[in-house]
Structure formats: structure tokens, C-alpha cells
């Protein structure tokens, strides 16, 4: 479930936004690590796609920290990056899937459960240093939603893990998974969608026609 909060139009940044962004930002590329590492010691698919969504959320503060003071053509360019990796990360995730559906892999639900609610604190924690901005301009409210939605991703992992272990099969990970997936990648090509439209209206001069993102519950 990646975000697909657009970056910030440039403008000054309230006093400690961009303190707070830092700090998300390497709160979320670590979780990105233990997670990815996680997700293949314990063989958990949806671990690695809530690990892919803490490098989206990643690439997300990074891009509104590296955009503030850049033209819309250049803010295009890095939104255009970032759609098409969350959404190769999202058919990775796919990909990942059906390989455990064929070699028939059972996940391992205590690294799953440990894993998940370690995920949790760090996304509450990072919710928290930007609640304080939550009502500021649009794209502030944008960037603090995006880390009070990422909790539900991890919700999902630690509910995935106690039905692993309830079962004893890999299909409720397997199924967060497939969801985490496809909303990787629908986020992906909302977010390619409006990047060609801001290169093209920079290119141009002109205003963009306002394109419809496709549904996500990260925006």
C-alpha cells in the first residue's frame, strides 16, 4: 500500500518540516531493511510488500525534501521515477506471491507478528512528529496522512500473521499481500499519470489538465 501523495509545490517550509521529513525519512528507509530482511528470513510475502511501502513512503519524503525549491519540470522528472518504481516493486511483490503459491512455502507468523508490530511503532512514531502539521497546506496534511495510513498496512501484516498461524498455510499472507500488491501498483500509475502531465505542461507553458488518480487508500 503505497503513498501516492504528490511532493510539495515549492514554497517555504514551516519551521521544523523539514527536520521532521529527515527523520522520517530514515526512520522509513531503516524499517525498509529490517523488513526486506525479515520478509526473507521468515519467507512472509506480505512483509516484503510492507517493506516496499516503507521504500515508497521513503522516496516520497525524500522527493518533497529534494522538490521544494525545483520547477515543475524537474518535479515531474522525480515523480516520474517514483511511480515507475513503486510500480515494479508492486509486480515484484505479484511475482514473489506466485513463486510461494508454487513451491508451496508456509511463512514463519512469529517473525511476521514481531516484525509487524516493530512496523507499527516506527509508522505511530513518525505520525506523531508530524501530527503538528497535519493542518498546514495541503501537501503538509498530505505527508502526515500518508504515515497515520501506513498503520493499516501494518495491521494487515500482524492480522496475516495470526491467520498463518491459525491455519497453518501461507494463504492469509499471501492475500495481504496480493492487496498490498496491486495497491503498489495502482498508486504507481496514478502517480506516472500526473508526472507526464506536469512534464507536459511544463514543456508546453501551459496548465496541465487535471488527471484522475486511480483508487488507493494511501493518498
Not at 496475516?160 to 491459525?166: K, N, Q, S, T
Not at 498455510?169 to 492475500?175: G, I, K, R
Request: glycine fraction near 10%.
Amino acid at each position: 500500500m503505497a503513498c501516492s501523495c504528490d511532493a510539495p509545490q515549492p514554497k517555504s517550509p514551516a519551521p521544523g518540516f523539514r527536520r521532521a521529513l529527515w527523520v522520517a525519512l530514515w526512520v522509513n528507509l531503516a524499517m525498509f531493511l529490517i523488513e526486506g530482511i525479515a520478509s526473507l528470513q521468515s519467507g512472509s510475502v506480505s512483509l516484503l510488500a510492507d517493506a516496499i511501502d516503507f521504500f515508497g513512503d521513503s522516496a516520497n519524503y525524500l522527493l518533497s525534501l529534494s522538490v521544494l525549491g525545483m520547477g515543475l519540470l524537474w518535479r515531474g522528472r522525480a515523480a516520474m521515477i517514483k511511480g515507475l518504481t513503486m510500480t515494479g516493486f508492486g509486480v515484484i511483490v505479484w511475482a514473489r506471491a506466485i513463486w510461494v503459491v508454487r513451491t508451496g512455502i508456509t511463512p514463519e507468523p512469529l517473525t511476521m507478528g514481531l516484525v509487524g508490530v516493530l512496523a507499527l511503532a516506527a509508522n505511530v512514531g513518525v505520525a506523531a512528529l508530524l501530527f503538528r502539521y497535519r493542518d498546514g497546506d495541503s501537501d503538509m496534511r498530505s505527508v502526515w496522512l500518508c504515515s497515520r495510513n501506513d498503520a493499516i498496512g501494518n495491521l494487515a501484516v500482524m492480522l496475516a500473521a495470526v491467520g498463518v498461524f491459525g491455519t497453518g498455510t501461507a494463504w492469509p499472507d499471501l492475500v495481504v499481500a496480493a492487496i498490498m500488491g496491486s495497491l503498489a501498483v495502482t498508486a504507481g500509475i496514478s502517480v506516472v499519470r500526473h508526472a507526464r502531465a506536469d512534464i507536459a505542461s511544463a514543456r508546453t507553458g501551459t496548465e496541465a489538465a487535471p488527471v484522475q488518480p486511480a483508487t488507493n487508500s494511501r493518498s
